[in-house]
Antibody, heavy 119, light 110 residues
């Protein structure tokens, strides 16, 4: 069965970076784009960007350009999202979510990772 | 890449129908038939309810339906049930792999 298993919760200080992971299983890793979506406490969903696991190409939301980097390791079917220069407003649950090639919707989501930014 | 506009809350009694709107622009909702809707219960990951404006994934009750007119998409839930009480988010493709979400709507079943 399809699973997207994300790494554990993180606590970071302002100005630091965080690197979170999303390990995929149960399907052909390179046939699905992986997106990252975050949700601040009590707020809505916010799209951050996408990586094509096949070639590694990325597209980021304008808001995060210069501060986010998405990478993948095809040998372990894992995607990574690094967010740098963290500030308190980055405190959120970060989800990975897959989209099949040629489709435009998120059919499976990871369980989410809480990243807390606090001094 | 501004967020799509959804009502903050809607409500209805069991058995009634409610509609949640999602307004964007010609660069997102109006430009593509790729609007999807997600249900999110507290502390849980979102769940796909509608894709490509009006298609239902297997397992989603046919009480859930979607439509679009111009720059506004809508999710209608008929025959409301207590378990439908949740947050609902629309999402649209906006070209060049970009996605944009709505601000979310809290559905209360009275």
């Amino acid at each position: 069965q399809v699973q997207l298993v994300q790494s554990g919760a993180e606590v970071k200080k302002p100005g630091a970076s965080v690197n979170v992971s999303c390990k995929a299983s149960g399907y052909t890793f390179t046939s699905y784009y992986m997106h990252w979506v975050r949700q601040a406490p009590g707020q809505g969903l916010e799209w951050m960007g996408v990586i094509n696991p096949s070639g590694g190409s990325t597209t980021y939301a304008q808001k995060f350009q210069g501060r986010v980097a998405m990478t993948r390791d095809t040998s372990t079917s894992t995607v990574y999202m690094e967010l740098s220069s963290l500030r308190s407003e980055d405190t959120a649950v970060y989800y990975c979510a897959r989209v099949a090639t040629g489709t435009y919707y998120f059919d499976y989501w990871g369980q989410g990772i809480l990243v807390t930014v606090s001094s | 890449q501004s967020a799509l506009t959804q009502p903050r809350s809607v409500s209805g009694s069991p058995g009634q129908s409610v509609t949640i709107s999602c307004t964007g622009t010609s660069s997102d909702v109006g430009g593509y038939n790729y609007v999807s809707w997600y249900q999110q219960h507290p502390g849980k990951a979102p769940k796909l309810m509608i894709y490509d404006v009006s298609k239902r994934p297997s397992g989603v009750p046919d009480r859930f339906s979607g439509s679009k007119s111009g720059n506004t998409a809508s999710l209608t839930i008929s025959g409301l049930q207590a378990e439908d009480e949740s947050d609902y988010y629309c999402c649209s493709y906006a070209g060049s792999y970009i996605r944009v979400f709505g601000g979310g709507t809290k559905l209360t079943v009275l």
